[in-house]
C-alpha cells in the first residue's frame, strides 16, 4: 500500500510491481488534476527514469536543455553553468516539463504494471503486527499488507501515524511561478539576479516556459488568486533586460487555466530512521530540499527506484528498508543541507557564492546515487 500518487508514489509504485509486488495507491486528491506549473528534472532524474525506461517519454514530452545562464543585477551574463549529461553526450543534461504532463506519464506507466490507484482515499490508521501492517482507509474499508510506503509529501500524514516526527523549516521565501508563452531565446535555463529577489525562466515544451522568483524576507502567507498574476508582474519591474520582455507574458491565464502560484520555501530532513516496522516514508515525506537545486523532484524518483530495488535484493522487507535507508540518508541529507544553505545565500544577495555551490551540488548529485 503506497499514500500518495506524486512522483515517489507512482515511480516506487511501478518499481515495486515489476518486481512483483501487488500494488495499491491510496491518493487523497480526487482526480488526477495537478497544479499546472512545471519543473525541471535534473541529470540524477533523467538517470533513474532512464533505469525504469521512462526517460524517452519525459524527453520527448518536455523540453530538453544543456545548461544555466546566470545573468548579474545589470541584467548582463555573469556566466554559463553547463549541466552534467547523465543520459549520455548527445542528450540534454536536464528537461523541463509541464507538472501534469510528468504525472500523465508516471500514471500511465504504473498502471500499465497493474497498480491500482483509488483517487479520494487515505489512510486514517495504521496498526503493526510483527511483519504484517493493518491499515485503515478513510473510507472506512481495511488492508493487511507486508509494506505501507507513505509517499504523501512534506506534510505526509503517513509519518505522523507511523510516529516519526521532524520540523518543517519556513526560510522567509515566497516562490512564485508562471506558466508563459516560451521566448524564442529561451533555450536553456535563465537564472536572474535582482536587488531584492530572484527570477528565471525555464522552458517546458516548445510553446510554453515557467517563469519562477523567489521573494525574500517575507512572511508566509496566501495571497487571493486574482492578485497573483498583477503582484508577481509588480515583482518583476525591477529586473532589467529580458525580464522586461517576459513581464508582460505573465497573465494568469495560459490555456484558458490560472497559471500562478505561491508557494512558501520549507524544508525538512527525517533524522534517524525512515521507518516503523515494515512502514516507511519516501520523498518529500522523508527529505524536502529548497526548490533552488530543482532536485526535490529526483531524489522522490531515485527514493522510488531504490527502494525497489534493495527489497528486492534482501530476503526480508526490515533488511530491505534498513539498506535502503543507509543509501539513502548522507544523499539526501546532502542536498536538503546545500538547498538550505543556497536560499540564506540568495536572501543575503550572495549570487557570486551561490553559484558555486549550486554546480557543485549538481557534479555531487551526479554521482551515482
Ligand atoms: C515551487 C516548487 C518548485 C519545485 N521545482 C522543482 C524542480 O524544478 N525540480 C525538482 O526535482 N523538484 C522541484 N521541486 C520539488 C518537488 O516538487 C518535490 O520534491 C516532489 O514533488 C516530491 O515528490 P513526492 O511525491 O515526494 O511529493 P508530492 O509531489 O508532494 O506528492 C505527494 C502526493 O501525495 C498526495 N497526498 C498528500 N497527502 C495525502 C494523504 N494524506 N493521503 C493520500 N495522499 C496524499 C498528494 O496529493 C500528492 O499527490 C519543487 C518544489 C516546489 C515547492
Known amino acids: 500500500m503506497i499514500v500518495g500518487a506524486g512522483v515517489a508514489g507512482l515511480i516506487a509504485a511501478t518499481a515495486l510491481a515489476r518486481a512483483g509486488w501487488r500494488v495499491e495507491i491510496a491518493e487523497v486528491s480526487p482526480s488526477r488534476a495537478t497544479s499546472g506549473w512545471g519543473l525541471c528534472l535534473t541529470g540524477p532524474a533523467l538517470r533513474a527514469l532512464n533505469e525504469l525506461g521512462l526517460a524517452d517519454a519525459c524527453l520527448a514530452a518536455g523540453y530538453g536543455m544543456t545548461g544555466i545562464t546566470h545573468v548579474d543585477v545589470r541584467g548582463e551574463p555573469a556566466g554559463e553553468v553547463p549541466l552534467p549529461r547523465l543520459l549520455g553526450a548527445g542528450q540534454p543534461g536536464m528537461v523541463g516539463i509541464a ?28 496498526d503493526q503486527d510483527g511483519e504484517l501492517v493493518r491499515v485503515r482507509l478513510s473510507d472506512g474499508t481495511a488492508r493487511q499488507v507486508a509494506l505501507l510506503v507513505g509517499a504523501d509529501g512534506i506534510r505526509s500524514s503517513t509519518r505522523s501515524l507511523l510516529g516519526l516526527k521532524t520540523s518543517l523549516d519556513y526560510h522567509g521565501q515566497m516562490v512564485w511561478r508562471a506558466l508563459v508563452p516560451r521566448p524564442r ?19 517546458i515544451s516548445t510553446r510554453q516556459a515557467y517563469v519562477f522568483l523567489t521573494e525574500n524576507g517575507v512572511e508566509q502567507s496566501v495571497l487571493p488568486e486574482a492578485d497573483l498574476a498583477p503582484r508577481l508582474r509588480q515583482l518583476l519591474e525591477p529586473f532589467p533586460g529580458r525580464v522586461e520582455e517576459i513581464r508582460p507574458l505573465v497573465s494568469g491565464a495560459e490555456s484558458g487555466a490560472p497559471s500562478v502560484v505561491r508557494r512558501p520555501v520549507r524544508t525538512t530532513f527525517l533524522e534517524g530512521a525512515w521507518n516503523r516496522g515494515n512502514g516507511v516514508v519516501i520523498g518529500d515525506a522523508a527529505h524536502a530540499p529548497a526548490p533552488q537545486m530543482a532536485s526535490g523532484a529526483a531524489l522522490a524518483i531515485e527514493d522510488g527506484l531504490l527502494l525497489a530495488q534493495e527489497l528486492e535484493r534482501h530476503e526480508s522487507a526490515g533488511s530491505g528498508l534498513e539498506a535502503f535507508m543507509s543509501r539513502r540518508a548522507q544523499r539526501c541529507r546532502t542536498l536538503v543541507e546545500t538547498s538550505v544553505a543556497i536560499a540564506g545565500l540568495e536572501r543575503a544577495q550572495r549570487h557570486h557564492d551561490a553559484h558555486p555551490l549550486v554546480d557543485a551540488c549538481h557534479r555531487l548529485m551526479a554521482e551515482p546515487a
Do not use: K, N, S, Y
Open 99 to 126: 507538472r501534469p504532463v510528468l504525472h500523465r506519464v508516471l500514471h500511465a506507466e504504473a498502471e500499465r504494471c497493474g497498480v491500482v490507484v483509488r483517487h479520494g482515499l487515505t489512510v486514517v490508521a495504521v
Open 185 to 203: 531565446w529561451a533555450t536553456g535555463i535563465h537564472h536572474f539576479a535582482g536587488m531584492t529577489d530572484t527570477a528565471g525562466l525555464v522552458p
